[in-house]
């Protein structure tokens, strides 16, 4: 990469010629690096386990697949990214990987150092075992027989857990919860999911393959080169938020102009610690299992980035942002960002817009778009106007498992952790009234107004009203005690937003 002219001294509108001319893989290199992996991708399907056996079991190989930037197109020129995902008969789960992929990969290396010399290549593997962990993966180094440059090759081994699975589907929702179930390590089991991960990049417009090859190159040159011992977030992590970038920058159009996409990735990079993006194409909320786990995860630490074939792997979790963050401030300073006019800039949130279902007793449900880290006063005001609220404005959310909770007007729903689909309840109350949450015995809860000074009969009375059981059939408990008919809720001590329970006789 040395030899390839400066990114930050190429003016914005010269970015096409030097991508063209400097980081497109030439047609030697590419013919080079195809056959490197065809000869080591035969060597895995036809002679490595032949007539052999791994723990006393056949081995055989079910199908070979390229991943990394070779096999979603977006590789560079002298440089090669190319992961060989080896699927295997003896994986038939995701734990029996786990058990056994070190003694596979073990095998295979004793194998290649066998059978090196029929592969008509120089060989080394350069990264095997990290301290006393059981490797995951084999990092090979080809030497090029035209040049001095090496094709770095990783063989990586995978349960085949979507079998013949159709692009044009989704997964059965069971794949995600046996992944959710077996989880150990986020993104562990990605391989099994490499045909997404492929699809997801590869079918995309042939210019935004352009901008992430320009990216990528701008993260290799300027961050990975000079943060080498450091935990970095990975290309494909990069690669995930350009994307997303294009998708909101500029609804998904086939041509743009590549500095503006540029100063867009940038100026997110910049701003990571609100990052929080998700995909629902191969899985998503319908199954209880993988909604609950996504919620979760979109309730931790940002920059959040889910990988959109496989939910468990968060790829902004636990490196060193800060230091990207701080390159990309000053490339947005450099030549190649600034001959995009302001007012062409694409309008990219930090998270895409969270559709919010609004509930009021008495009135027809309805929904509204929420940027998520807009102030909850902005949603209030839009909920007024539409259901003509004159009295105090109460919103609460609750969540599965969870307890029923107020929303603040001067905080965001990011503040709570909802960046996806969630129901609103609205309360109108006076200004004698507090509000007062009914759980019953499924764990939903419902807010209700009353007087502080209005007995348990009076708020029986009022669930009856709101469509529950009869007054008759409800028993109401506070912290443990049975609530009397004859009481008045301030002598009870309950309070604004406090819980009760209802059990139904």
């Known amino acids: 990469m040395d030899r390839i002219p400066d990114l930050y001294a190429t003016p914005g509108d010269r970015l096409d010629a030097f991508l063209k001319h400097s980081l497109q893989p030439q047609r030697d290199w590419k013919e080079e690096v195809e056959d490197a992996k065809q000869r080591v991708e035969k060597f895995l399907r036809n002679q490595c386990f032949r007539d052999h056996l791994v723990l006393d079991r056949e081995v055989r190989v079910l199908k070979v697949m390229r991943g990394g930037s070779s096999g979603k197109g977006t590789m560079l020129n ?41 592969l008509a290549y120089n060989i080394t593997v350069v990264h095997y075992r990290q301290g006393s962990r059981e490797p995951r993966s084999l990092t090979l180094q080809v030497q090029s027989r035209k040049s001095s440059d090496v094709i770095r090759m990783d063989v990586v081994l995978a349960f085949d857990a979507l ?54 190159y701008w993260y290799l040159k300027y961050v ?15 690669e995930l938020l350009t994307i997303y970038a294009w998708e909101a920058g500029t609804d998904q159009k086939e041509n743009f102009e590549l500095d503006e996409g540029l100063v867009a990735v940038m100026a997110l990079l910049r701003d990571y610690e609100d990052i929080c993006i998700y995909w629902t194409k191969y899985y998503d909320f319908q199954s209880e299992i993988v909604r609950n786990f996504i919620k979760q995860q979109l309730k ?70 929420v940027d998520p880290y807009s102030p909850i006063w902005k949603m209030k005001t839009e909920i007024k106007r539409r259901n003509s609220i004159m009295g105090k404005q109460r919103l609460s959310f609750q969540e599965a498992g969870g307890e029923r909770l107020l929303l603040s007007s001067q905080k965001t729903l990011a503040h709570y952790g909802i960046f996806s689909k969630v129901n609103i309840r609205v309360l109108e109350t006076s200004s004698t009234e507090i509000q007062v949450f009914v759980k019953d015995s499924s ?26 059981p009869p007054v008759e059939d409800q028993i109401l408990k506070f912290e443990g005690r049975r609530l009397r008919d004859h009481k008045c809720l301030e002598d009870l001590e309950i309070e604004d937003c406090d819980t009760i329970t209802l059990i139904r006789r």
């Open 300 to 369: 931790k630490r940002r920059p959040i980035i889910l990988d959109p074939s496989d939910p468990t792997n968060n790829l902004g979790k636990g490196r060193r942002w800060d230091l990207v963050a701080q390159e990309a401030a000053y490339c947005l300073r450099q030549a190649c960002c600034l001959t995009v006019d302001p007012s062409e800039r694409w309008h990219v949130q930090k998270a895409r817009n969270v559709q919010v279902t609004v509930k009021q007793t008495g009135k027809e449900d309805w929904t509204l778009s």
């Open 163 to 216: 079998g013949n699975f159709c692009l044009d589907s989704k997964p059965a929702p069971e794949i995600y919860e046996d992944l959710i179930n077996s989880f150990r390590h986020p993104g562990e089991f990605s391989p099994s999911f490499t045909v997404l991960q492929r699809d997801f990049v590869r079918t995309r417009p042939v210019k935004l393959k352009n901008l992430l090859q320009l990216v990528k």
């Open 78 to 118: 002298q440089t090669s990214d190319v992961d060989i995902i080896v699927f295997l008969s003896c994986f038939s789960s995701f734990q029996d990987q786990a058990i056994l992929r070190g003694c596979v990969i073990d095998f295979i290396k004793d194998r290649l150092d066998c059978c090196s010399e029929s």
């Open 443 to 468: 764990g939903q809860s419902r807010p209700y107004a009353i007087n502080p000074d209005d007995t348990i009969l009076d708020l029986k009375e009022i669930i009856e009203e709101a469509g529950g």
């Open 224 to 238: 990975k080169s000079q943060h080498q011992r450091v935990a970095l977030p990975s290309k494909y992590a990069l």
